[in-house]
């Protein structure tokens, strides 16, 4: 049986997702945040020496990270190949650039853009100014603009199709779900882009999305 080492309000949620959608037996260890720092507790270390989550067992393979642990469940249980397209379908390659996008290109500028916003909100009050002089100089260099290409091209993406793939919903939907879904959460302006606005409220009716968030928990960005 597979085993979903879960934290509370984090990207693991994903995880859960993609096990109900694969319909595969499955158990979960929900970990919660510590109250004031809001970090994974140590007891993840256990588990993963970097402390992080999700993290999966099955048998006797233990595996972290997102994007592996997509790759590895959709190779290994949708056999079928319902989430996810064989190689020599036309839009594999599409499949692989947004399998690999959504960690790779899309989230970590959102992440360095929500770790400013924190590192300012607990400096000294008298140093708070320069702070904010450093970090909006490099949300102008860099941040703004990276994002917004990325916001860009997706919403022209789906402007074309009901989902990255086509008209079915796919392991990368799940995968996209979480940097848009916080995206729209109030995380961005997101008002230039109802395409990513209504990708968010269709894939939040998807009945495996619901359960997910029933067995993890409701989750806050």
Not at 5 to 34: C, F, G, M, P, T
Request: a neutral charge; glycine letters at 4%.
């Amino acid at each position: 049986m597979i085993i979903l080492h879960h934290l509370e309000n984090s990207r693991s949620q994903r995880v859960l997702w993609l096990l109900e959608a694969l319909k595969v037996e499955y158990k979960v260890e929900i970990y919660k945040r510590d109250p004031k720092t809001n970090l994974a507790p140590k007891s993840l270390l256990k588990i993963n020496p970097m402390g992080k989550s999700p993290v999966i067992q099955d048998e006797d393979i233990t595996l972290p990270e997102s994007g592996a642990i997509f790759e590895y469940l959709l190779n290994k249980y949708d056999r079928e190949n319902k989430l996810h397209p064989k190689p020599e379908d036309k839009n594999y390659k599409d499949y692989l650039f947004w399998l690999h996008f959504a960690e790779g290109s899309l989230m970590w500028p959102l992440v360095i853009r929500l770790l400013h916003s924190k590192v300012i909100e607990k400096v000294p009050f008298f140093i708070r100014p320069i702070a904010k002089g450093i970090f909006n100089g490099i949300e102008g260099a860099y941040l703004a603009h990276t994002i917004k290409n990325s916001f860009d091209y997706i919403e022209a993406v789906l402007g074309r199709n009901k989902y990255f793939l086509g008209e079915s919903l796919s392991a990368v939907d799940i995968l996209m779900s979480f940097p848009l879904e916080a995206s729209c959460s109030g995380r961005a302006s997101m008002e230039s882009y109802p395409n990513i606005i209504n990708f968010v409220k269709n894939i939040k009716e998807n009945t495996d999305y619901k359960k997910a968030i029933e067995v993890g928990g409701p989750y806050v960005y």
